[in-house]
Structure formats: C-alpha cells, structure tokens
C-alpha cells in the first residue's frame, strides 16, 4: 500500500503564495548556487558550472518530453497517471543516450563531463517528480506542488553550500544535494501525489500515442532550450571559462521576467483549458492578453532597473567587479529575456489548444537562424554579439508565434460563427 499523507484544505490564497514560493525558489536556487561556486571556488570552476548546467537545461526538455503542460490541462482524462508516470521512464532513459553522446561527440574535459553528467542526473530526478506535480495540478492543487517544490529546494540548496563551504569540492556537493532531493522527493512528494493515483488498466499504444503527441513540444523546447544555451557554447568555443561566468553572471536578470510570467500562468492553465474545450474564447482570449501585457510591463521594469543598478548588484553579489563594462550587453539580454517569456507564454496556449505542431516548425526556423549567426556575432563581437544574437532569435520567435496565434484565432472564430 502506498504511502498516503492527508491533504490540507484547498485555499486559494495559499495557491497563489505556494505556486510564487516554488518559482521564486527555484530562480533563487540558481543565482544563489552559481554565486557561491564563484566565490568558493572561483570564476573557472564556475564557469565550468554554468557551461554543465546549461547542457542539463538543454537536455530537460527531452527527459520530461515536455508533459507537464499537456498533462495539467488533460482535463477530460484522456490518458491515466501511469501512462504519463512510464512515458516519462522512457524519456528519461532517451535522455542518458544523448548526454554521454553530447560528453562523446564535444571531447569535453574530465571536470566538464562530470559535472554535465551530474546536473543532467538531477534533470532526471526532476523529470520524474514532475510527474507527480502534474497529477496534483491536473486536480487544482497547486499549493502543494509549490510548497513541497519551494521546501525541497530550499533544504538542497542549503546542503549544497554547507558542504561545499567544507569539502571545497563540488563534485562531492553536487551529488550529495542529488541524494537529498531523492529522498526527499520519495519521502515528501509522493505521499500527497498519492491520494489522486489510483489503479488504471496501463495500455502500451496509449503510452506511445501520449509520447508521439507530446513529440512537437518536445523537439519544440530542446531547439528554444538550445537556441537560449546557444550563446553559451559559443562563447565556451572562442574563449575561456571565466567569459563564460560574465556571460552566465549577467544573463540572469532576464530570468525574472520569465520568473514572474510562469508564476501567473501557471494558475491559468486548467482554467484556459476548460475556456477552450467548452468553446469559451472570449475568456481564453482575455486571460492570453492579460500574460502578453503583464509580460511587456515586467520586462520594462527589468529593463529599466538593469540600466540603473543592475551591474553593480550583480558585480557585489558575485564577487566579479570584471562585469562593470557589459552594461549594453545586460540591457539587451533583459530585452531579449521579455521575449523569451512571451515565447514560453505562446508555447503554453499552443499546448492547451493542442496546436503543439505548429510552434515546431516556428522554432526550428529560429533554430536554423541561431546556428547561421551566433557564433559568428559572439566570435566578433564578444559578450555584445553573444547577447544580440541571443536577443534577435527571442524577438523573431515571439513576432512568428503572436501572427500565428492571431491568425489561428480568427479563423476559428469564423469557423464557429459560420456553425
């Protein structure tokens, strides 16, 4: 028998508070853990960590199949926990193939293919537990997704610099904070995922159909998830690993826009979903304009707050007084950054209408773009070329998928006033 915790009562505002909680800690967890590599074990080691986690991130996507989204607005129950549960063992298993052939084909380092390993391993621990955060939202309850996500992060993440204080040694940190998160994810996470799993008849044909729906999403993130770390590997190709901390240093201002975007529609998922499914557009449509403009005035505000202090809250906070002169670099990754958020926004309501087709092909011209012209910008203009580039391929998704979206719009607004 299962382990079974007994469920709090439903509180809406305790919804909203846990759902912010969880974001604002896992954006947290990154800045503060690459700020305590820096200082700890300087800008080199860091740099080796920002490059590793960058491959994870582009990984992710692959190891989850991108399910998450697909699963919390399964709101007819079309396929059953299990099948997202062994789906998701699959894809994780996919996963480790491609990591040890990405460490194979790249020739990295001992150091940089250990701790791309491990970070993709903790990619994998995430990719399972997401399983268990998708069957609890699918049931409205978010606030405990976000306070066991928010609580987990914040105990590993304390582990992690504990030791790391100690041992010097972020091999051994690194792994140690895996087996915490294990734990804790069996121990915590599953007793109150638990109470919403029930037996099901598992079909292998709808495992396969669920993996070959969720297939466009997948490749769909990897190529946005590549076209972000894109300016990364160039800068890792064409100069040393202390760039890549500047570069990773000022990048991580333009994840509070993306921050802020997903804790708002995170809450909006289910409900757009049901707008859509019993033909409510005017409401779906209301909730798409509200994240637009929420996203373009969260992105102003970054914008604005970079150009006055940014630099020197980042220069204190990591320790690297070097990054003083990538202000023009900072303003446009912040810029860029407001565009990302409205391409994972756009990914989203794609999902939900189930429309997951087209957002590949948008992004795979994106993709084909960021091949032709990042490197050469990052090789001749440095971190300037590297945060253009970067900035350019956000802008020209977000413009591709909003004409789209538009035009998919009217025409199923056509379609039901002909019916």
């Known amino acids: 028998m299962s382990l079974k915790y007994k469920l709090p009562a439903l509180d809406m505002k ?23 590599i820096t200082r700890i074990c300087g800008a080199a080691i860091a740099g080796i960590y920002t490059l590793a986690l960058a491959v994870a991130e582009m990984l992710g996507p692959i190891s989850t199949f991108q399910v998450r989204n697909y699963q919390a607005s399964d709101v007819k129950r079309v396929f059953n926990f299990h099948e997202y549960l062994y789906s998701r063992f699959i894809s994780i298993l996919l996963t480790l193939f491609i990591c040890i052939g990405w460490i194979f084909i790249h020739g990295y380092s001992n150091d940089k293919a250990l701790l791309i390993l491990l970070c993709t391993v903790f990619k994998f621990l995430e990719a399972y537990e997401d ?32 030791l790391l204080a100690f041992t010097k040694n972020i091999f051994i940190s690194y792994s140690v904070y895996i087996v915490f998160s294990i734990v804790w994810t069996l121990l915590i996470t599953l007793p109150y995922a638990n109470n919403f799993i029930c037996k099901d008849v598992t079909r292998l044909h709808n495992i396969l159909k669920l ?7 997948c490749i769909t993130q990897f190529l946005l998830a590549y076209i972000i770390s894109c300016p990364k590997y160039a800068l890792d190709k064409f100069y040393s690993s202390e760039i890549q901390t500047y570069f990773t240093t000022i990048f991580m201002p333009a994840s509070i826009v993306n921050l802020f975007t997903l804790i708002i529609y995170r809450l909006y998922i289910t409900k757009m979903a049901d707008d859509w ?90 993709f084909v773009i960021s091949l032709l012209i990042i490197n050469h910008l990052a090789k001749q203009f ?29 025409s199923q607004q056509k379609k039901q006033k002909s019916n």
């Open 211 to 217: 993996l070959k729906e969720c297939l466009p999403l």
């Open 277 to 366: 499914n019993s033909g409510n557009i005017g409401a779906f449509l209301k909730y798409t304009e509200r994240i637009v403009l929420i996203t373009f005035f969260i992105g102003i505000l970054a914008t604005i707050v970079g150009w006055f202090i940014g630099l020197p809250i980042l220069a204190w906070f990591y320790g690297l007084p070097e990054i003083m002169n990538y202000k023009v670099a900072l303003i446009i990754i912040l810029i860029g950054g407001t565009f990302n958020a409205l391409t994972g926004w756009f990914n989203t309501v794609f999902t939900i209408i189930r429309k997951q087709q087209i957002i590949l092909y948008i992004n795979l011209f994106a």
């Open 14 to 36: 305790k919804t909203v508070f846990w759902n912010m909680a969880g974001s604002v800690c896992n954006a947290a967890n990154t800045i503060l853990m690459t700020m305590v």
């Open 382 to 410: 440095r971190m300037n070329g590297a945060a253009f580039g970067y900035a350019l391929i956000m802008f020209i998704l977000s413009f591709i998928q909003t004409l789209t979206f538009i035009y998919f719009i009217f």
């Open 131 to 162: 399983v268990y955060y998708g069957q609890l939202q699918v049931n409205n309850r978010l606030d405990i997704v976000g306070r066991v996500f928010a609580l987990r992060v914040v105990f590993a993440t304390i582990v992690f610099i504990v």
